[in-house]
């Protein structure tokens, strides 16, 4: 164990001409947070978004892991991964099946409710969290390459070759379609994953095709 007086020190003096013997701060960078021991659901209104699911019995924090888990159930995860991702033990969700009969009629007779009431959302803010945590590391990769492009790890480089393609106007256009405040109804991510396909395999064709590329001659003979 290091004792205060194995660290470096500042020698200095008091109003007094007294000597003083202060211990040197060491700047050490900030460590990284831990997104286990953050909650980042208050930052994104999950909470307030699962308060929507009528209130179970128990306390405040078991009627909270009973409307986390409806939520993971009602936006399609099985029994277990549910329990999984609720940080609950299947004996948990036994006892509350038995001691708690709305809970109980929520999950075997009335997911498809908070499917249609709630299901879409949770999907959406899980969404653009995630969205919004990958956009700030391209930045930092795209930040870095502009200034100081010799720079970059190989890691950093391979990062940076693969998220130039994914900001392009047809993108942002399909993002805020599929995301956007004033998109009907919940996201279908079928269809969206589908469009975001659709649209980089014609921005890919567009690219690679030249003007002697023979099904465009072809085309173009059929209009004339």
């Not at 940080?87 to 908070?114: G, K, M, V």
């Not at 269809?191 to 590329?213: C, G, M, N, Q, Y």
Request: charged share 25%.
């Amino acid at each position: 164990m290091i004792s205060q007086l194995d660290k470096p020190n500042i020698v200095c003096y008091n109003v007094n001409m007294v000597e003083e013997i202060l211990p040197v701060v060491s700047e050490e960078p900030p460590a990284v947070p831990d997104p286990d021991g953050i909650d980042l659901a208050d930052e994104t209104g999950q909470k307030a978004l699962l308060s929507r699911i009528p209130h179970m019995k128990g306390g405040p924090r078991t009627a909270e892991s009973k409307a986390d888990y409806l939520g993971y159930r009602a936006t399609g995860f099985p029994i277990r991964q549910a329990c999984y991702l609720a940080n609950i033990n299947h004996s948990t969700l036994t006892r509350w099946r038995a001691s708690d009969p709305d809970f109980a009629d929520f999950e075997t007779n009335r997911l498809s409710e908070l499917q249609a009431s709630v299901g879409g959302d949770l999907v959406r803010i899980e969404f653009l969290r995630n969205m919004r945590l990958a956009m700030r590391t391209d930045f930092k990769v795209l930040y870095k390459a502009v200034h100081h492009l010799d720079a970059l790890t190989e890691r950093e480089f391979k990062v940076l070759q693969k998220i130039r393609s994914l900001y392009s106007p047809q993108d942002l256009l399909a993002v805020t379609r599929a995301v956007g405040p004033n998109a009907d109804g919940p996201i279908n991510f079928a269809d969206f994953v589908l469009s975001i396909t659709r649209t980089e395999t014609e921005v890919k064709l567009a690219t690679e095709r030249t003007p002697e590329d023979p099904d465009i001659i072809e085309a173009e003979s059929e209009e004339a």
